[in-house]
Antibody, heavy 118, light 109 residues
Framework: QVQLVQSGAEVKKPGASVKVSCKAS????????IHWVRQAPGQGLEWMGW????????RYAQKFQDRLTMTRDTSITTAHMELSRLKSDDTAIYFC???????????WGQGTLVTVSS | QSAPTQPASVSGSPGQSITISCTGI?????????VSWYQQYPGTAPKLMIYEGSKRPSGVSNRFSGSRSDNTASLTISGLQAEDEADYYCSSYASGSRLFGGGTTLTVL
C-alpha cells in the first residue's frame, strides 16, 4: 500500500536549519508531486511548496522563497525539505503529501514535529 | 494572493445538513476547478474528501459533496453523524501557488 514515512521529531535553535525526509513506497515515486504543508500548534494548514520528483522542479510559497529547499533522491524514493534560518514561529508539524490535482490518489506522511527554541 | 476565507466554526445536529463555505477563490482559468477539501481529526494527518471541486475519492461517504459558484466553493455534509466532527480545510490555487483556507471546526451537537 502507499506509504509516506517521515523522519523523526527535531529540536533546533533559532537561526539553525532543519531537514525533514519523506520516504515514499507503494507507488511510482516520480508519478506524483510531493507537497509540503505545515501546521503550527492549534493553527491551520499552511502550504509551503511542491516538488516534481521526476524533474526536480520546485515551486515555493512566496513566504519561504529565500530559506526553503526541496530536493529528492529517486534512488531511494525519498523527498527532503530543508528550512533554514529558523525562528520560533517555525515551530510546527511538517507534513509531506503525495498530491495530484486530478486524482483521488492522495496520501500524507505522519508528520514531523519541529520545535524551534533557544 | 490571500488565503480563502472559511467560517471558524459550524455546528449541526445528527441527521441535519451543513455547508462550509470557502470564499475568495481565484478565478484563474487554468485552476478554476482545482478545489480540494480535507478533513482532519486532532493529532492526525488530513484526509482528502473532495477533489476537482466536486469529485469524491472512493471510500468517502456520499454524504459529502462539493460545489462551486464564482469565487466561492462549498462543502456540504448531509445526514450529519458524530464521526463527522472534525476540522475541514479547503485548498485552491492562485497564480500557481496553492492556498489553504483557515479551516472550519465542525461540531455535531
Amino acid at each position: 500500500q502507499v506509504q509516506l514515512v517521515q523522519s523523526g521529531a527535531e529540536v533546533k535553535k533559532p537561526g539553525a536549519s532543519v531537514k525533514v525526509s519523506c520516504k515514499a513506497s507503494g507507488y511510482t515515486f516520480t508519478d506524483y508531486y510531493i507537497h509540503w504543508v505545515r501546521q503550527a500548534p492549534g493553527q491551520g494548514l499552511e502550504w509551503m511548496g511542491w516538488m516534481n520528483p521526476d524533474t526536480g522542479n520546485v515551486r515555493y510559497a512566496q513566504k519561504f522563497q529565500d530559506r526553503l529547499t526541496m530536493t529528492r533522491d529517486t534512488s531511494i524514493t525519498t523527498a527532503h525539505m530543508e528550512l533554514s534560518r529558523l525562528k520560533s514561529d517555525d515551530t510546527a508539524i511538517y507534513f509531506c503529501e503525495r498530491h495530484h490535482d486530478y486524482s483521488e490518489n492522495n496520501s500524507w506522511g505522519q508528520g514531523t514535529l519541529v520545535t524551534v527554541s533557544s | 494572493q490571500s488565503a480563502p476565507t472559511q467560517p471558524a466554526s459550524v455546528s449541526g445536529s445528527p441527521g441535519q445538513s451543513i455547508t462550509i463555505s470557502c470564499t475568495g477563490i481565484s478565478s484563474d482559468v487554468g485552476t478554476y476547478n482545482l478545489v480540494s477539501w480535507y478533513q482532519q481529526y486532532p493529532g492526525t494527518a488530513p484526509k482528502l474528501m473532495i477533489y476537482e471541486g466536486s469529485k469524491r475519492p472512493s471510500g468517502v461517504s456520499n454524504r459529502f459533496s462539493g460545489s462551486r459558484s464564482d469565487n466561492t466553493a462549498s462543502l456540504t455534509i448531509s445526514g450529519l453523524q458524530a464521526e463527522d466532527e472534525a476540522d475541514y480545510y479547503c485548498s485552491s490555487y492562485a497564480s500557481g501557488s496553492r492556498l489553504f483556507g483557515g479551516g472550519t471546526t465542525l461540531t455535531v451537537l
